[in-house]
């Protein structure tokens, strides 16, 4: 058990308390405000960010890799994501959440994936959802359906198999040109923001310049409306080199390993507990029970305690 309650006023100084939608969004793009996102699988880690101040919190399909252990992020299922999306959900006031339709999900038929976007938003509380590619037939007819999409160009690692890897997208001046126009036709289609991965500087500051509404980058250089990051990356909880555009701003990994290594020698040794972490029955209890011989040696523990004292209170 462990208590979960909200505090009031958690926000650090100077982050509003304003709840963050999609037309947040668009806001802070016209007033020239950078959007800070990340990706959040469960309740603590999203509480945290949350009351850091979060603009925008996103249950990605990461989780398969950095949560489950996966290889990629095909495997994941919506129910899967659902689970996680709902602890989020929980745990969230004020960043606006964003649940990532995973692979498989809206691939079919766009009824198909109006479907599965509902159950995000029904199910678990999710404020947007995320899909990659230039999809704009279902991006319209999700924002028809009155639910947000937030689009995903560049690198889609729901793309790994057709890519041939995780590799930097948008090299040459053509597949630019694509670009900004897949980017372009997302955002007539009613998407209210663009995740762009892996893509040169140049060309995410190109499209970032042309839409009017935000661009929020990973690995694409600072020029985009926000940025954002895996928490994992962030927090060193993976366990692999970092990729280029990564920015570690803690060692959790080295702070939690520590931690557990403590603890088990604690335990080894008997070091933990110790009495004042143990409950305690009552003296009348305990003499019920035939404790008086331990009910004696404390005694004279406590008095062997107090005469020490005492004495060094007198010779000082
Ligand atoms: O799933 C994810 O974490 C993402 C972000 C990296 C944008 O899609």
């Keep these: 058990m462990s208590l979960t309650t909200f505090r009031a006023g958690a926000q650090p100084l100077g982050v509003s308390h304003t709840k963050v939608t999609v037309p947040t969004l668009g806001e802070m793009k016209r007033q020239a405000k950078p959007i800070s996102a990340l990706t959040a699988y469960d309740y603590a880690t999203a509480r945290l960010a949350d009351e850091a101040g979060i603009d925008l919190l996103l249950v990605g399909d990461s989780l398969a890799m950095v949560v489950l252990g996966h290889e990629n992020t095909l495997s994941v299922t919506v129910d899967e994501m659902l689970h996680h999306t709902r602890a989020v959900r929980s745990a969230v006031r004020r960043a606006l959440v964003v649940a990532d339709m995973p692979f498989g999900s809206y691939h079919g038929t766009v009824a198909e994936g109006v479907a599965n976007a509902v159950r995000f938003v029904k199910e678990a509380g999710a404020e947007a959802v995320k899909i990659e590619g230039p999809r704009t037939e279902l991006v319209r007819a999700l924002t028809e359906a009155e639910i947000p999409v937030i689009g995903h160009l560049g690198l889609t690692p729901q793309s790994i198999n057709r890519m041939g890897g995780y590799r930097v997208q948008a090299r040459t001046a053509e597949t630019v040109r694509q670009l900004e126009a897949d980017a372009r036709s997302l955002a007539r289609a009613g998407a ?7 893509v040169p500087r140049e060309a995410a500051a190109q ?14 250089g600072p020029d985009c409306d926000g940025q954002i990051l895996v928490f994992h990356d962030l927090v060193n909880l993976t366990f692999a080199p970092a990729a280029k ?4 701003y803690a060692d959790a990994g080295a702070l939690f390993r520590s931690a557990i290594e403590r603890y088990r020698e604690d335990v080894e040794h008997r070091a933990f ?13 305990r003499r019920a029970l035939g404790m008086e011989a331990e009910l004696q040696a404390e005694a004279e523990a406590e008095d062997a305690i107090a005469n020490r004292d005492a004495l060094q209170e007198w010779t000082s």
């Design 273 to 285: 507990p110790a009495d004042a972490e143990s409950y305690h029955l009552s003296s009348g209890e």
């Design 207 to 220: 499209i970032t310049a042309a839409l009017t509404i935000p661009t929020i980058g990973i690995g694409a």
């Design 192 to 198: 209210g923001a663009i995740v762009l991965e892996g």
């Design 245 to 248: 555009f990564v920015r570690r």
